[in-house]
């Protein structure tokens, strides 16, 4: 069976471990600072590399920002990751296949292969946290569009309210399904609605609301907090209805930090009340806080 | 080389001919009114196809409605075919294979082969009549979803005006950028806007204005058909992004009726200005009249 050295390439850390193609990991993972300067990076690369390379078939990254169509580099800006991180060949670090995927795409590719859309070769991953993320697998294959980009459904405008996204654009899906857009439903429902008064967060500034306070909200009963989160919702629902119409997928799985708030029953009955395609199943994302390295694993192993 | 009987079934006519596995006519298109009961239909369906069995290889029809995953039958209602419609089971009619598929997704396979995005893998056929439809081509192959109704792209909401669309949902794309959209959007500007007054259509009632009438005000310079065009075509390109980000495409290809009033070029640059992903070619269809007879024969000629 095959083994993988896989490695998740994030913009805060770098984890590693050897999976099989089963996505099985035989290894403790490690992790590591992501290095500040591109040839330490590079160093840490070819470090983890040489200490598992001689009984591993191939080494598999998940990395910010988007991947080109030969799996080989990472062709877009990642602000988050060292200057000239866009100019590695990662096919250069090792005498064996290298493999490069999205770690947005290699999460869903696991979900898809391992976790809650095990089997299912119409679905679509939403990732909520921060920004909202999404990984499409269409007839058992990652959808990466021409150039390696697709998916980018945080940026699909759903309305016209005018609310500025981190992109700069106005009223993307992401200004309002995100962590960042529940943090602004709350501050913009704390201005004009007086039920902010008798909220356990009456004291704060209404731009001090994190999206944590909202969530103790909800705990708590707060009706301020369940307000929040009720627009909040309906803006996720939203777009999950318009991918439903274009995709007719088998089911929607949410996925990141924001997503185990959510009752699936009650968005698979929201969304599935308003569709034009045949109704689909909402759930829970499974694979776990690995699953970027279990994905671009699995996906190096149909390459390679 | 294979010939198949091509049958393009709509609301209103029904049109036939022979074509070759090259997209070829081989025989004059014939066209027949649509009969208004299913029994009248099933005839002449079977009369064509007795007409030609003997000489063709398979028949492949273009219908209204969405196909099933077999391509055997419309599984969802046809409002514009006769009642019972969506119970023919379409391989019965003839010995020979028969092929069916909704006459959007054959217009687009047409344009995708043989039209304006022949070689391009991943590419978007967005029509816009009198409302919008969409056909999707990822990796080289269409996108049809669970139950072969992927694409329901006019249902996409895209802002939060309010304005009713024809499905009973409030602010799909269709609603704004489909020729019903248009007149709407006509409507709109002459009962809120003074340049109305100066219109060479100022004496017609605002909801007798007819898209008829907005596209003679653009040839005769007129300036509130001017304004009308200008916030219809805003729409449009608002959900061209949406759809760009998401699918990566090389190629967004207009087709329809209003699709020719459109300057390509003035929506490539709105829509690359805008997106996150690599840019793309927006261009007008070039399949004709007769694509959804000869975008379902090649269709069938890849299945039989």
């Known amino acids: 069976m095959k083994q993988i050295l896989a490695i998740d390439a994030g913009g805060t850390k770098i984890t590693c471990a050897v999976i099989n193609e089963n996505g099985e990991f035989l290894t403790e993972i490690e992790k590591f600072q992501t290095p500040k300067k591109i040839?330490?990076?590079?160093?840490l690369f070819k470090d983890i590399i040489t200490k598992y390379e001689k009984t591993i078939d191939m080494t598999a990254f998940a990395t910010a920002g988007a991947v080109n169509t030969d799996n080989t580099k990472v062709d877009s800006s990642t602000p988050n990751m060292p200057d000239g991180y866009n100019k590695l060949d990662f096919s250069q670090l090792s005498a064996k296949p290298v493999f490069v995927e999205n770690d947005a795409n290699a999460a869903a590719w696991a979900e898809y292969k391992t976790g809650a859309a095990k089997g299912e070769n119409n679905t679509i991953i939403i990732t909520i946290g921060t920004g909202v993320g999404g990984g499409f697998i269409v007839d058992g294959k990652l959808l990466r569009g021409k150039s390696g980009r697709a998916?980018?459904?945080g940026s699909m405008k759903i309305n016209s309210k005018g609310r500025v996204c981190t992109c700069g654009r106005k009223d993307c899906w992401e200004s309002y399904a995100s962590g960042s857009g529940?943090?602004?439903?709350?501050?913009?429902?704390?201005?004009?609605?007086?039920?902010?008064?008798?909220s356990i967060f009456s004291s704060k500034n209404p731009d001090e609301i994190s999206t944590y306070d909202i969530i103790e909200g909800l705990n708590k009963n707060d009706a301020y907090s369940k307000k929040v989160f009720k627009i909040f919702k309906q803006d996720l629902i939203t777009g999950l209805i318009n991918i439903t119409n274009i995709f007719d997928p088998e089911s929607i799985i949410i996925s990141g930090g924001l997503g185990k708030f959510f009752d699936t029953k009650e968005l698979e009955q929201a969304v599935n009340s308003e569709i034009v395609v045949s109704p689909i199943k909402v759930k829970l994302a499974k694979a776990g806080n690995y699953s970027g390295m279990i994905g671009t694993a699995l996906l190096a192993c149909q390459k390679y």
């Open 39 to 43: 040839d330490e990076l590079i160093k």
């Open 151 to 153: 998916g980018e459904v």
């Open 182 to 198: 529940l943090k602004q439903t709350a501050e913009f429902v704390a201005a004009v609605d007086d039920i902010f008064k008798t």
